[in-house]
């Protein structure tokens, strides 16, 4: 058994992962981040669009500052978020964009002049000023009152990735790719690190740490259609929810993104409704300027899916052989635009529909986007439950999203949150001693050691683990979907009960030799069914509609009774529920709760919250 | 009518002894809109779950799921089979470590990449939180990026004949990755470090001029003239520090 030591382990080497990595190699401490695929590979490669940050040096960000940007991710969250937190990201994320131009992001930047922008499918003019030139600039997202995000062309996480990734080479900070985290190594008061499984040869290896931190991205993958790549799959989570003693933050708090291509669920960037898209339904006419007069297409994510599901079932969608669908157009942004700032999107259209989007229409549909949910830590990233544990980016509860985050905002709080945590990591370490115990240590390398060899002889029966996880999938999408009610939450509480028993009898067809995919697949499947019952139960027992959290027989934002935040543990492996148990939303009220200004406006009031002046 | 396909697929587990290398065959019923992230994953689900194969975002942005497809190194997620014929035959991509089956090894080989090239910005100047950004021109900025494009997906240097067969060749992704830094104004080195680095048969001059890399190219990156630029550049400093000795 091969044993690593090292100061600090990150699980997941995404942008949070190595940007809080970063941190640490630079106070001094050794960090080695593992990662399912090769560092670049990570899903932030992914995001397009780019980061919120309040520099306000373009036209339309004029007088931003971070007090603004506070305010619309407040908004955006419906007010679910923390506000202490929400207010340490939008501070920060100016100086972590420089601090990134500085390693070698290639922003885009301000060109002076007179150029034409659209909104709304309407074309308007504006000017950038001389002595802003060169400066870093922004485009216009979802849900913000100026145009505050910042953008490398159309593969801002890619740049931004291989950038960071860089600094990492340069550092020392390593990464062990093709490696999984199956299991922490902790006493119930401590973590110590992970036991991993190497998928270059299958075998066990332990990883002993004085800080561990998970970064493993979002968990989309327990839903059939996601935009998420393949290996958000939650593997960075189920570790911490089978000790028993981390809590799972807001699990269904899931966020739908309104425009998914239909049928592969890839995304298209927000970018394209941002520079002037349209949504057009099964006549090819507009429809979100009936429904949202003001923000029209863009409204936040979570307001344009639910009316983009509203309007499908008045009748409206387009029928295909995947199911209905509306239209997007970016038509009359014209060939240059689309082949220069929207060239992923185009490469995506044209290799994966066949669709050509200078004369044709986009198919899409809201799909499964983002998890706000995660390993709940507070404002440091230390994970509730456990010392030494820590957590960061998607895969954290940190909460600067609440109930539905911005466009621009994940990929912002990745390097944000990785920045401030990564400090915050090293301050720990600084007087952290630790004494490993050997019999921890040995007795989870046994279990994991049986659980595996358990699997692989179908000790507990021959349930197999591709069908399990598709009836897991199907239960989400039927119940715990964009509108949610108390009939198809319990229906779907009830089925995913049923799936969990099955999935503890999963055993392999195959011989479970080496790099074995269906034995990884089968390491995860009890922990999905368990997080897929935190999100449908913590739906079922949140009787409001908050954010993209939608109930259609509580149709009201319900702030006297449930300004919290759920709190989803799984206590006992015998358990077939989570436990849940709640804490306030935020300890600080900058701003009191109140309409957002788009979306409905259906409130319950509650009568005692005070506001905070802000520090 | 829809078309049945055959799948000839390298098989080879390294960590099984009592696997040897050989070709398999898969059949499939085409379907709409059919891609081989869709025929690998059905195969996965519907027929030998131990078949291994390399996928990420599935959209091709992230460069993993590179492989042969009929003699052509090609991302296999935007790879769709109304484009290949009936029988369709897949292998890993050479010069890369086998992991099994259609999985190989890219991390290690371009993370030993980093290193030699140095892929990071050399600069004196410390970061100051409290300053504003340097200013750069856009246009300077999407030079940059048009570079930094490449996701490092190993077609390239799969197709490369110098690869083949020298280990040690950087191949157009990493001769690449230094011509991003070169026309970077942030990076302090000068055209002698550069040459220190790839002006030699492991970088630059290796290169034979086939040019295969530009033709599997999945991001469609100009490769073609980054290796005649960097080859014109480094003879050039090879002329002058040849003079100014």
């Not at chain 1, 780019?50 to 036209?59: H, K, S, T």
């Not at chain 1, 978020?81 to 922003?107: K, T």
């Not at chain 1, 440091?380 to 439950?385: E, T």
């Not at chain 1, 939303?585 to 979306?599: E, K």
Request: aromatic share 8%; with cysteine.
């Amino acid at each position: 058994m091969q044993t690593i030591y090292t100061d600090v382990l990150v699980i997941g080497a995404g942008l949070a992962g190595e940007r809080a990595a970063i941190e640490a190699a630079q106070a001094g401490f050794s960090a080695i981040c593992l990662s399912l695929v090769p560092a670049r590979r990570s899903h932030s490669s992914a995001a397009m669009g780019g980061m919120q940050a309040a520099l306000g040096n373009c036209d339309k960000g004029a007088g931003d500052c971070p007090d603004v940007h506070f305010a619309d991710t407040v908004k955006g969250s419906d007010w679910g978020c923390d506000q202490e937190v929400a207010r340490l990201f939008a501070d920060n994320a100016p100086i972590e964009m420089r601090q990134l131009a500085h390693w070698g992001v290639p922003w885009n930047r301000v060109v002076p002049g007179k150029s034409m922008y659209f909104k709304g499918g309407k074309q308007f003019e504006k000017e950038e000023k001389e002595e802003n030139r060169g400066l870093i600039t922004a485009r216009d997202f979802g849900g913000t009152a100026k145009w505050r995000t910042c953008y490398v062309s159309d593969g801002t996480g890619h740049s931004v990735l291989f950038t960071v990734d860089n600094v990492c080479a340069q550092l020392g900070v390593e990464v062990h790719d093709k490696t999984e985290a199956v299991a922490l190594i902790q006493d119930g008061q401590t973590c110590f690190g992970a036991v991993a499984r190497c998928l270059r040869t299958g075998e066990l290896r332990v990883y002993l740490a004085r800080a561990t931190t998970i970064a493993t991205g979002g968990f989309g993958r327990i839903y059939p259609c996601t935009t998420n790549a393949v290996i958000c799959d939650g593997g960075g989570h189920i570790p911490a929810i089978n000790t028993g003693v981390v809590p799972m933050g807001n699990m269904e708090a899931v966020q739908f993104h309104p425009t998914g291509i239909v049928p592969t669920d890839i995304l298209v960037t927000e970018g394209c409704r941002g520079d002037g898209g349209t949504l057009l339904d099964v006549n090819e006419e507009r429809f979100m300027n009936i429904y949202e007069p003001e923000k029209q297409e863009l409204a936040s994510r979570d307001v344009v899916s639910r009316w983009m599901t509203h309007h499908i079932r008045q009748g409206k969608g387009v029928k295909s052989p995947y199911g209905e669908h509306l239209w997007l157009d970016i038509r009359h942004l014209g060939e240059k635009h689309i082949t220069g700032k929207l060239r992923e999107v185009y490469e995506i259209c044209t290799s994966f529909l066949g669709v050509d989007p200078i004369h044709q229409l986009i198919p899409v549909r809201p799909t499964h986007h983002y998890s706000m949910g995660g390993v709940r830590t507070n404002k440091d990233g230390a994970a509730y439950g456990l010392k030494g544990l820590f957590s960061v980016g998607e895969a954290a509860c940190w909460d600067m999203h609440g109930f539905n985050r911005l466009g621009g905002n994940s990929l912002a709080e990745t390097v944000v949150a990785g920045g401030i945590v990564g400090k915050k990591i090293a301050e720990f370490l600084q007087g952290a001693e630790v004494t490993f115990n050997s019999a921890v240590i040995d007795a989870e390398v046994k279990k994991q050691h049986e659980r595996i060899g358990n699997i692989i002889s179908c000790k507990a029966g021959t349930e197999n683990v591709y069908k399990v996880k598709k009836a897991m999938q199907d239960a989400l999408h039927k119940g715990a979907n964009i509108f949610r009610s108390e009939a198809g939450l319990t229906e779907c509480v009830a089925t995913l009960q049923e799936t969990l028993e099955r999935a503890r009898k999963v055993g392999l067809k195959s011989n479970g030799k080496g790099v074995n995919p269906e034995l990884s697949a089968a390491l995860k499947i009890e922990g999905q069914v368990k997080m897929g019952l935190m999100v449908a139960y913590g739906a079922l027992m949140r009787t409001e509609s908050r954010g993209s959290h939608n109930r259609e027989d509580f149709t009201a934002r319900n702030d006297r009774d449930w300004l919290k935040r759920t709190l989803a543990y799984w206590k006992s492996d015998a358990d077939t529920l989570p436990t849940l148990n709640y804490e306030a939303a935020t300890n600080i009220f900058h701003i009191p709760p109140g309409d957002r200004g788009y979306g409905k406006s259906e409130i319950i009031k509650a009568d005692d919250v005070k506001t905070t002046d802000k520090g | 009518m829809a078309r049945s396909l055959k799948f000839n697929i390298f098989r080879y587990n390294p960590q099984d002894p009592e696997s040897t290398p050989h070709m398999e065959s898969f059949v499939l019923e085409e379907t709409d809109s059919m891609t081989l992230f869709i025929v690998l994953n059905r195969i996965r689900e519907e027929q030998d779950p131990s078949l291994q194969f390399d996928f990420c975002c599935r959209a091709g942005i992230c460069g993993s799921c590179g492989m042969v497809v009929n003699g052509r190194p090609s991302l296999a997620c935007h790879t769709k089979t109304k484009d290949l014929p009936e029988e369709i035959t897949l292998l890993p991509l050479p010069v890369f470590q086998l992991v099994g089956d259609l999985s190989v090894d890219t991390g290690s080989w371009f993370r030993e990449l980093y290193d030699t090239v140095e892929s990071w910005i050399h600069t004196k100047k410390a970061f100051d939180p409290t300053a504003k950004e340097e200013r750069m021109e856009n246009e300077v900025a999407e030079a940059i990026y048009e570079l930094d494009r490449c996701v490092e997906c190993g077609c390239c240097v799969a197709a490369c004949g110098t690869a083949r067969l020298r280990p040690d060749f950087l191949g157009a992704a990493g001769l690449n990755r230094v011509g991003r830094f070169l026309i970077d104004p942030r990076d302090e080195r000068t055209e002698q470090d550069y040459y220190q680095i790839i002006g030699n048969d492991m970088g630059i001059f290796g290169c034979m001029g086939l040019l295969a890399c530009e033709d599997v190219c999945p991001k469609h990156m100009p490769l073609q003239d980054q290796l005649g630029f960097l080859r014109k550049k480094m003879g050039i400093t090879a002329l002058k520090s040849f003079f100014t000795k």
